[in-house]
């Protein structure tokens, strides 16, 4: 049994509308009026024990709705869902003991009060016994480096520290799984690359089931094996984003800086894709030719002082996946 099940999953939502031909008071008056949005439509995916997530698409295309539901904040219109066994939002009490939850534009601790005093309260509502409290705060406070922290209110710390206090609040309680709902949003690269550190370590060294909904795509290159990319509520690819690359680009790009001016070079299956005095990014299909026989004709009649092989970016993979996905539906 996977421990998070999701089953045709859909949630709508009634939203007013004005009438047209009226304004302000006189329209919600006389000509109520609304509209249904379909957040989520016919979901369905299932999540091992251990595995790290990432829980992709557009604005508006559904992953806070899924985290919410799956959270036991949100009820949807229908379809099955379970957590460790548990109907979130029907079991809510026993649901929130086992998972921890990061949301990066909101706080779960107290704004005016110390992050300690947080924390010791965080401990009461979860009913943390003492012993176990105290270190499972004292691993996190030297894991995340809090030390220095813990005795300022919240609302003085900076983006990046409010952040790592907030990865121990959602954690002080041992949750098997942990929801990440754009957590680096607005962090700097350092806060960035230390929470993506601290995500990995958690993941491998303690098994915590990681679902991470990101508009990030270096979060999700960095951290995530398998993707799920949704959009308009609908499931469009569930695959390892290697598999995802695969499915969208045949290409991979060659960087290539010479000892003289770039050649203007012209060889069967390699298209120039940028170009600067000294250098081409290059890109070629390696099923037609090897990146090893293309690097050694460019370096056997050419002075080349670097060149190296890359995939596209993660950025360019999942427009382009997009774009696929809706010119075939158009």
Same mark, same amino acid.
């Given at each position: 049994?996977?421990?998070?099940?999701?089953?045709?999953?859909?949630?709508?939502?009634?939203?007013?509308?004005?009438?047209?031909?009226?304004?302000?008071?006189?329209?919600?008056?006389?000509?109520?009026?609304?509209?249904?949005?379909? +957040?989520?439509?016919?979901?369905?995916?299932?999540?091992?024990?251990?595995?790290?997530?990432?829980?992709?698409?557009?604005?508006?295309?559904?992953?806070?709705?899924?985290?919410?539901?799956?959270?036991? *904040?949100?009820?949807?219109?229908?379809?099955?869902?379970?957590?460790?066994?548990?109907?979130?939002?029907?079991?809510?009490?026993?649901?929130?003991?086992?998972?921890?939850?990061?949301?990066?534009?909101?706080?779960?601790?107290?704004?005016?009060?110390?992050?300690?005093?947080?924390?010791?309260?965080?401990?009461d509502?979860y009913?943390?016994?003492?012993?176990?409290?105290?270190?499972?705060? %004292?691993?996190?406070?030297?894991?995340?480096?809090?030390?220095?922290?813990?005795?300022?209110?919240?609302?003085?710390?900076?983006?990046?520290?409010?952040?790592?206090?907030?990865?121990? +609040?959602?954690?002080?309680h041992?949750?098997? *799984?942990?929801?990440?709902d754009?957590?680096? *949003?607005?962090? %700097?690269?350092?806060?960035?690359?230390?929470?993506?550190?601290?995500?990995?370590?958690?993941?491998?060294?303690?098994?915590?089931?990681?679902?991470?909904?990101?508009? %990030?795509?270096?979060?999700?290159?960095?951290?995530?094996?398998?993707?799920?990319?949704?959009?308009?509520?609908?499931?469009l690819?569930d695959?390892s984003?290697?598999?995802?690359?695969?499915?969208?680009?045949?290409?991979?790009?060659?960087?290539?800086?010479?000892?003289?001016?770039?050649?203007?070079?012209?060889?069967?299956?390699v298209?120039?894709?940028?170009?600067? +005095?000294?250098?081409?990014?290059?890109?070629? %299909?390696?099923?037609? *030719?090897? +990146?090893?026989?293309?690097?050694a004709?460019?370096?056997?009649?050419?002075?080349?002082?670097?060149?190296?092989?890359?995939?596209?970016?993660?950025?360019?993979?999942?427009?382009r996946?997009?774009?696929?996905?809706?010119?075939?539906?158009?």
């Amino acid at each position: 049994m996977p421990q998070i099940l999701v089953e045709r999953l859909a949630k709508s939502y009634r939203v007013a509308e004005r009438a047209p031909g009226l304004t302000g008071a006189l329209n919600g008056l006389l000509r109520r009026r609304s509209r249904e949005v379909k +957040a989520l439509v016919d979901l369905s995916f299932s999540l091992e024990a251990g595995e790290l997530l990432a829980f992709i698409g557009p604005n508006g295309a559904g992953k806070s709705t899924t985290v919410k539901i799956l959270s036991g *904040i949100l009820r949807p219109s229908s379809g099955r869902v379970e957590v460790a066994g548990l109907v979130p939002y029907e079991d809510r009490l026993r649901h929130v003991a086992r998972i921890g939850v990061v949301f990066g534009q909101r706080s779960q601790l107290w704004w005016d009060l110390p992050v300690l005093d947080g924390f010791d309260l965080l401990a009461d509502i979860y009913r943390i016994a003492p012993v176990r409290y105290r270190r499972r705060r %004292d691993e996190l406070v030297a894991l995340l480096r809090l030390d220095s922290l813990l005795a300022q209110p919240v609302r003085q710390l900076s983006l990046g520290q409010r952040m790592r206090a907030e990865f121990a +609040a959602a954690l002080l309680h041992e949750p098997e *799984i942990l929801f990440l709902d754009e957590p680096t *949003i607005g962090l %700097d690269a350092p806060s960035k690359l230390a929470v993506r550190d601290f995500v990995k370590r958690l993941n491998r060294e303690q098994n915590v089931t990681v679902l991470l909904t990101t508009h %990030d795509m270096h979060d999700v290159e960095a951290l995530a094996e398998r993707v799920i990319v949704i959009g308009q509520g609908r499931l469009l690819a569930d695959s390892s984003l290697d598999r995802l690359r695969a499915g969208v680009f045949a290409e991979r790009r060659l960087w290539v800086d010479f000892a003289q001016q770039a050649p203007a070079l012209d060889m069967p299956g390699v298209q120039v894709r940028a170009r600067t +005095a000294r250098s081409l990014e290059l890109a070629f %299909d390696p099923a037609k *030719i090897p +990146a090893a026989s293309l690097i050694a004709a460019i370096a056997a009649a050419h002075a080349v002082d670097d060149i190296h092989v890359e995939e596209p970016a993660i950025e360019e993979v999942i427009a382009r996946f997009y774009d696929l996905h809706y010119s075939s539906e158009a």
